[in-house]
């Protein structure tokens, strides 16, 4: 520890921070733009300048900008010193000399850090009086928008996406005071991290530009803490309504998961909730023209009392729903919505995590590993946010080794990247195919799933016999942190066997190897813990039965023959969705849901992390509530009980924890819906000062009587607690004087620490120590005219949910299959030339598109797409 004199305050800090990171963590407001607290500091706005003192004797002291300099064993400083705000004064009126003072119209007005430093300031008038500097914006797609006008130099944005991010397509050119932040000529930002640009600017240089179709000030939203729906790490998010529309996500601060950020497919998926697709208003198959809630539930209720039910659960659904449904049906008529292949990749997922041979590693902790071992899964497009930690984790040791050479502390970002140069830490890629990652990999190795498993276990075998000859067993037992990657994606166990066979051998070694699985979707790794069979598994009880479907679209999961001939069987469908799918087109009836904004839950992550989701908004179409408790209202009526009428979340977590011991902690992922700060609720809107601001103002500026919320401690107003609150319930980021989202600071214990009653989240996976992987004995064997087609994920496209955002639809790709030279070349095809392939009995036509890197044996066609429907991968195909 260290002593800090501020104004001649003591405090006890840690030594080696820098001054501007101490005092904003002690509380202190003091201005600054350039700095930022996951990129470090490279003293570029020279807004944060304070004075230092050699010691008490000395009255004059020096001005130093604060971000560059480290606190030291015993350090003097003025914060408020003449001196000192005198040139920041300056500075900021420097700054302002070109920007275009369009805060009335500007998209980060009333949220914006350069308004909060500008006040701060002090700085009131505006004495330049000349031409201002001007610029032409550019187009960046569809998802950011560009006014380069109001640029500061901060140089924020270029660090982000090109230091951090690894971004190639943005860049600052010319110089002096006409520098220029931009890409080299128009076109769509290439970067998945993109849209962090509109929180990581301090201005409105670059915003959000799915927002500006429907534009709200900060002050007109209601707000509520969220998790992202569109992948398995349980990303925190905070999502933004106005007049009954989800209209905005944001990055919510999770010391343990993403951080500041969130890629840009959780940032911007969230249009399928405005999607033409959404279900609103119940549909039947029959010629009743009623449809009020009292009779569709009650034909409901009539048609389970009557007749046996199966229920198929979902992946993308919350733990409470999927349970409700269990409790509906029956245990044993209840089946995990995934087929028998990804069912049992999910459960050997959650038994790899189970074993105890590796440390479960959370999204963040990826950080800090040393060395680390990817097998067969493409970061960048099925978990981005992992990828981004990855580029953060191949840091550690050079600069490490750098801060020994040159005495530098780790935040002192542009000296260390200067002298690290392209030095990376050890990182070892297996991949069917190129990923964005395989720059800065030590070594990348293009396999087939099976052969990768095979090295995987190669590996292990050579970390217990301690071979020198095999480099990445070598780099493993040398590594202080070694870590394993592996995941579903593939739809190959032997992955997570092999990932399984490394961390064992690096265990038996005296090693602490963590491991971190990517799955398909939000809950899978919730699905997986309650252990339910697969459809597959259901198929014999089809037969004119009453079938189930909740929040699960089954022509996802197997061919569409195969599906219909099913569903054809059944007595009755019923669905519970919030977008129509081609199952709800076969459907009986269908109930429309609550999408994850209209409704509260809780999802699992991949590393086992229980994380709540709050309701943003009630919306006013009566059908729109959570599918767990129209299911809850069908059972009360099945069983002929009293419908409770006032049933909350807590009630249905309670019931889950009896019947499901596995899932105890769920109900501490957030306050109970009986807590209090001071006897108030927590509002989920920001201050209103003015009555045109009212709700409903487009209607009428009296304010209607608030919604009451019998799930959380939160209310649907302005009135309530005005502090910090519970971090799991912390709607939106806001402190006096920090208005934009650096605000965070005075929410978190130290800046870039946890929160300040900790990060969300409760993990509830405990292992215990097991070491049973094994390399199956199945290999596929190919024909002359065959190849194995594995799957590609695109970020934009793949997943179910954010492919309907209009947004991400124009950067969805379109179909194709990808083949190496070697194959184009035996078939005397070209390149976009259109060739008909036989998978599993089916043919499809696609475009040829040319990836050099990949082997003669591999074929590469896209996962997931809407345009492609369902294909069995991997699969072998042959080519006519």
């Keep these: 520890m260290a002593t800090l004199y501020v104004d001649n305050r003591i405090y006890e800090v840690t030594e080696g921070k820098n001054l501007l990171e101490t005092c904003l963590s002690l509380g202190f407001d003091l201005p600054y733009f350039c700095w930022h607290p996951a990129m470090g500091s490279v003293g570029a706005c020279r807004q944060c300048a304070i004075k230092i003192f050699k010691d008490e004797s000395d009255t004059t002291g020096r001005l130093v900008m604060s971000c560059m300099e480290p606190v030291g064993k015993e350090t003097r400083i003025s914060v408020n010193h003449p001196d000192a705000e005198k040139f920041r004064k300056q500075i900021i009126e420097w700054l302002m000399t070109n920007h275009p003072h369009d805060c009335a119209v500007c998209d980060e007005g009333g949220s914006c850090h350069l308004q909060d430093m500008t006040v701060m300031t002090g700085h009131n008038y505006r004495r330049f009086e000349y031409p201002k500097r001007t610029y032409l914006n550019q187009y960046l797609g569809p998802l950011i928008n560009h006014e380069m006008n109001r640029c500061i130099q901060c140089y924020r944005c270029v660090r982000f996406y090109k230091d ?168 044993e008529n209840f089946f995990a919505g995934l087929s028998k292949q990804e069912y049992q990749l999910n459960q050997t997922a959650l038994k790899l995590l189970q074993s105890g041979v590796a440390e479960i590693s959370s999204l963040k902790q990826i950080e800090q590993y040393d060395a680390i071992v990817t097998l067969g899964e493409d970061l960048t497009n099925t ?40 030095e990376h830490g050890a990182l070892f890629i297996f991949h069917p195919h190129a990923t964005k990652l395989d720059e800065i990999a030590t070594k990348v190795t293009y396999a087939t799933p099976e052969e990768i498993a095979s090295e995987g276990f190669r590996i292990a075998r050579n970390i217990e016999s301690s071979a020198d000859s095999d480099p990445i067993a070598a780099a493993l037992l040398k590594a202080e942190r070694p870590l394993i990657i592996v995941g579903t994606s593939l739809f190959n166990e032997d992955l997570l066997n092999a990932a399984g066979a490394l961390a064992h051998s690096l265990q038996k070694k005296g090693k602490t190897p963590g491991i971190f699985i990517i799955q398909a979707e939000c809950n ?99 059908w729109l509530k959570e599918s767990w408790r129209w299911l809850y209202t069908l059972k009360a009526l099945k069983e002929s009980t009293a419908i409770d009428e006032n049933l909350s979340l807590g009630t249905v977590q309670q019931d889950l ?19 209090r700060l001071n006897g108030q609720k927590i509002p989920r809107s920001p201050h209103r000062y003015s009555g045109r601001t009212a709700i409903q103002a487009n209607i009428n500026v009296s304010e209607p009587k608030p919604l009451e919320d019998n799930d959380s401690p939160m209310s649907f107003t302005m009135e309530g607690f005005r502090g910090i609150p519970p971090s799991s319930a912390t709607p939106f980021f806001w402190s006096p004087g920090w208005n934009s989202v650096q605000s965070i600071n005075k929410f978190q214990i130290e800046v870039g620490g946890p929160l300040h009653d900790g990060n969300p989240g409760v993990r509830l996976i405990k292992p215990a120590f097991t070491s049973e992987f094994k390399l199956s004995s199945n290999k596929t064997s190919l024909k002359a005219n065959e190849w194995l087609a594995v799957p590609i994920y695109h970020i934009f496209g793949s997943e179910e949910l954010s492919a309907e955002a209009d947004s991400i639809q124009e950067l969805t790709p379109a179909p194709y299959i990808a083949l190496n030279q070697s194959s184009i070349d035996k078939l005397g095809i070209k390149e976009n030339e259109v060739i008909t392939i036989e998978l599993n009995k089916e043919t499809y036509q696609l475009p040829v598109k040319f990836r050099p890197e990949i082997t003669d044996k591999i074929a590469l066609i896209p996962y997931g797409l809407t345009a492609m429907g369902y294909i069995a991968l991997p699969g072998i195909i042959s080519i006519k």
């Design 164 to 331: 951090y991010a690894g971004g190639k397509d943005l860049d600052v050119y010319a110089a002096h005071n006409h520098v220029y932040f931009g890409r080299e000529k128009d076109g769509i930002l290439e970067s998945e991290f993109s849209g962090n640009l509109a929180e990581v600017c301090p201005t409105g240089v670059f915003t959000d530009k799915t927002l500006k179709q429907h534009y709200s000030r900060k002050w007109d939203f209601t707000f509520a803490p969220s998790v992202c729906q569109h992948c398995s790490l349980g990303c925190n998010i905070i999502a933004g309504e106005r007049y009954g529309e989800l209209r905005q996500i944001t990055s919510r601060y999770n010391g343990d998961v993403n951080g500041y950020f969130i890629c840009d497919r959780g940032r911007f998926g969230y249009e399928v909730a405005n999607s033409p697709k959404r279900l609103l208003q119940p549909q039947l198959k029959n010629d009743n023209t009623s449809f009020g809630q009292e009779f569709i539930i009650n034909d409901i209720s009539e048609l389970i009392a009557t007749s046996n039910c199966i229920g198929i659960g979902s992946p993308r659904a919350s733990n409470e729903s999927n349970f409700a449904l269990q409790q509906l049906v029956g245990k």
């Design 383 to 422: 978990a981005p946010m992992a990828a981004l930690a990855v580029r953060q984790a191949v840091r550690k040791e050079p600069v490490e080794n750098a801060q020994q050479t040159i005495n530098l502390a780790s935040w002192h970002d542009a000296a260390l990247r200067e002298f690290v140069q392209h």
């Design 524 to 622: 899978s790794m919730g699905l997986a813990m309650m252990n339910t069979p697969s459809v597959e598994d259901a198929f014999y009880k089809f037969e004119n039965n009453i079938l189930i479907v909740l929040e699960n679209d089954l022509y996802r999961k197997f061919p569409a023959q195969q599906v219909d001939e099913l569903l054809n069987k059944c007595k009755q469908i019923i669905t519970f969705d919030h977008i129509k799918t081609h199952t709800n087109e076969k459907a009986g009836i269908v109930v429309p849901v609550g999408i994850f904004s209209e409704a509260d839950g809780t999802l699992i992550n991949n590393e086992g992390r229980a994380q709540r989701f709050f309701q943003v908004f009630i919306p006013q179409n009566e």
């Design 657 to 675: 924890i009896e019947a499901l011991p596995q899932f105890k902690g769920i109900e501490q992922t957030a306050p109970d819906e009986d807590f």
